[in-house]
């Protein structure tokens, strides 16, 4: 590894490895700093080495990783596996520890292409064993080929429910149930935006088809799910909720829950970049244009670290990071950007004419952002519970960085990735503030290298 690259990406998911194909190819030297051991990040992980029948079971979507990553080995992109970027600063200096030894890195460009994470979000149960994220389901699945044994729930709300659910019943799972708590008032939230929506009509006719599958396949799926509850000693052992008004209990070994997913922001926060609260996502996302471009000159953000678009919005975004990338270290003209950029801002634009149909409708119930019970933790690593945030929040002391020094909520390994949001949300409730003007935790340096991946393994080991 060298100590100075033109180019450093910083992720090598789908906008990744897009952005570092489209460097290489017009001749720019780019490092690619990938904190898991192959490329492919959360969506294509582990798509290198993927047996072809799990391959097919995944779907079509997960196969449109083979093409990119190979791109990516094909390019003379400098890729560099276990690398753990733990600082980044507005003068282009990166921290990096890879395969065990520290380097210090300046580039002239930094493109950050870290991903996103799943939306925290507290209920009674949540943290007894045995309850997960459904990203960790899937991690275990492409990874390893692991699936449940003794049948599963699955439980919130978000495409990703329905998809591993199907993905699940294709791999002989047990699937339970799939119990979906956005509430009603979504689909007349979501009905102005369906008309454009239909016009990316491909991602509609899967989630047609995967509800089509699961329901000839008899399991059971709820709509308009609420007292969403884990119940169990040592271990989950059933899964309580409520539906129109009637309380059901099913017994079950697994809860996979999914409240859709956020923008990985602390690398742009502990590089100082501006941050703005996105209201239809309910999450903070690095302030943007068109290009990734952050207010700090030379930094850049693509694919969903930069906000929820999905994997192939992220793939354009990449491209024209990349592109932007290359106009601003003098390689090509304005106009030569735009020319070369004009399809991916166009596929871009058409990719995300669904998002705003999306975001409506899956937007998780502002009851479970807003309301936990005092008893309910919601900072997992100091075991920090609401009921404590509130006490702090009744001493005058109402802002996020004044909970955390209060109470050592976010201080833990995963630096308030698993706390912040949920913290942010109680507050702006208690104290009757928009959710905008709340400031967001503080980052600094080392950030800790832990991705949404590994904060799953936490938890799956955890519960063995």
């Keep these: 590894m060298k100590s100075h690259y033109p180019l450093v990406i910083i992720g090598a998911g789908p906008a990744g490895l897009a952005a570092a194909t489209t460097a290489s190819e017009h001749g720019i030297e780019t490092a690619l700093l990938d904190e898991q051991p192959a490329p492919g990040g959360q969506i294509y992980r582990n798509i290198e080495s993927m047996p072809t029948q799990r391959a097919e079971l995944l779907g079509s979507e997960y196969q449109r990783g083979e093409k990119l990553v190979q791109l990516m080995r094909s390019s003379n992109t400098h890729y560099f596996s276990d690398a753990f970027v733990w600082s980044l600063n507005g003068q282009l200096e990166l921290g990096v520890l890879h395969q065990g030894r520290a380097h210090l890195i300046h580039a002239d460009q930094v493109i950050i292409a870290g991903g996103a994470q799943e939306r925290p979000v507290p209920f009674p149960g949540w943290t007894l064993p045995g309850v997960m994220n459904a990203g960790a389901g899937q991690i275990l699945l492409k990874q390893s080929g692991l699936v449940p044994s003794d049948g599963v729930v699955l439980a919130g709300s978000g495409p990703l429910l329905l998809l591993l659910a199907w993905q699940y019943l294709n791999a002989g799972v047990d699937v339970k149930a799939v119990l979906d708590v956005q509430p009603m008032s979504n689909w007349l ?122 994997a192939r919005t992220a793939e354009h975004n990449g491209r024209l990071a990349a592109f932007n990338a290359i106009h601003q270290m003098g390689h090509i003209s304005q106009g030569e950007r735009d020319k070369k950029a004009k399809k991916d801002l166009r596929w871009m634009k058409d990719e995300l004419l669904i998002r705003p149909f999306l975001d409506a409708m899956f937007r998780p119930p502002s009851i479970m952002l807003t309301h936990p019970t005092d008893e309910e933790i919601l900072c997992r690593c100091e075991e920090v519970t609401a009921g404590d945030i509130r006490k702090v929040l009744e001493e005058g002391h109402q802002t996020p960085n004044a909970v955390k020094f209060h109470t050592r909520c976010g201080m833990g390994p995963c630096q308030g990735r698993q706390c912040a949001d949920s913290v942010a949300q109680l507050i702006a409730y208690e104290t009757g503030t928009n959710p905008r003007d709340i400031e967001p935790y503080r980052v600094r340096p080392p950030v800790k290298p832990i991705t949404i991946g590994q904060l799953a393994g936490m938890e799956q080991n955890s519960e063995e």
């Design 189 to 310: 939230r979501a009905a102005p935006y369906l008309p454009k929506a239909l016009l990316a009509h491909h991602y509609i006719t899967k989630g047609l088809r995967y509800k089509r599958d699961l329901k000839a396949a008899g399991v059971l799926t709820r709509h308009g799910v609420k007292d969403l509850r884990a119940i169990g000693g040592g271990h989950v052992q059933a899964v309580d909720y409520i539906h129109r008004n009637k309380l059901y209990s099913i017994k079950t070994p697994l809860l996979l829950t999914h409240f859709g997913v956020i923008p990985q922001t602390h690398l742009s926060r502990a590089a100082s970049c501006a941050h703005e609260w996105n209201t239809a996502q309910q999450c903070w996302r690095p302030v943007n244009d068109v290009w990734g471009a952050t207010d700090i000159k030379g930094i850049s953000v693509a694919g969903d670290n930069a906000g929820i678009g999905g």
